[in-house]
């Protein structure tokens, strides 16, 4: 079974359309990333799969079941969640406080999320597993170095129990140094869950994927495992001016 796929996934803005027709298959437990040079339209494609743009035709199904009309919440519920290119994080709470309220707000605690110790306890194994330094589980998000405030996002996504995960761009603005943390946490992920990732840094991509799909104006240009993709002339040229591709 497909864990996530499109059917002549498109959409319009105006005359101008952003994503023209993508038909898309993620397997269960994979691991695969979406590239393209800018303006490719891998944005308003996470945007559509997640839900938080309509589409003008095709279809979207997550493990059989069609969710092309769901709303963003629903898609959660049956298993589908994201991280954003801008973290959405809550500045004053601490990372474990965050998490732990998006446990309880998955199992439909809402307010009354504090009064879990079970939650708690299972918010400090995520971190762990996600090898979250304790020293900074307890301070205020604010406070956090922004690969850290990146590593959380991934956390409060896992929180979910998501069968399949959206990685926008998480390593956007993340400093080198920081970015290690990043990519080990990715690279870690349970394989109960089957990942996209959408990335510019292709030393990131090409460590992660297994299979590559690479959009250009919006259609789908190539699709293969990473050798191929890096060797194919039409990807090359698509890229040529902006991020050469590269793996080694």
Not at 149 to 169: F, G, N, T
Not at 185 to 194: G, T
Not at 199 to 208: G, Q, T
Not at 232 to 248: C, I, K, N, S
């Amino acid at each position: 079974m497909i864990a996530l796929g499109t059917c002549h996934l498109t959409r319009r803005f105006g005359g101008f359309t952003a994503v023209d027709a993508v038909s898309f298959n993620l397997l269960p437990g994979a691991r695969h990333a979406l590239i393209g040079p800018n303006g490719a339209g891998k944005t308003t494609f996470v945007n559509l799969l997640s839900g938080a743009l309509p589409a003008s035709e095709g279809q979207v199904m997550l493990f059989g079941q069609d969710i092309t009309h769901l709303p963003q919440h629903a898609r959660v519920r049956a298993g589908l969640a994201r991280t954003f290119q801008v973290n959405q994080l809550f500045p004053q709470f601490t990372p474990l406080e965050s998490v732990t309220l998006a446990i309880g707000e998955r199992e439909g605690q809402g307010a009354t999320w504090w009064r879990g110790a079970r939650h708690g306890a299972e918010a400090a194994r995520l971190l762990d597993d996600l090898h979250f330094p304790e020293a900074d589980r307890t301070r205020p998000t604010a406070e956090l170095p922004y690969g850290r405030q990146r590593l959380l996002e991934i956390a409060l996504a896992l929180a979910l129990k998501p069968r399949v995960l959206l990685l926008d761009e998480p390593a956007a603005g993340v400093p080198p140094a920081e970015s290690r943390e990043v990519m080990q946490a990715i690279a870690a992920l349970p394989r109960d869950v089957a990942v996209l990732l959408i990335e510019h840094d292709m030393d990131l991509v090409f460590r992660f994927a297994e299979r590559i799909t690479v959009l250009a104006f919006g259609a789908v240009l190539a699709d293969g495992e990473p050798d191929a993709i890096a060797k194919d002339p039409r990807v090359r040229e698509a890229y040529l001016g902006t991020a050469e591709v590269a793996h080694g």
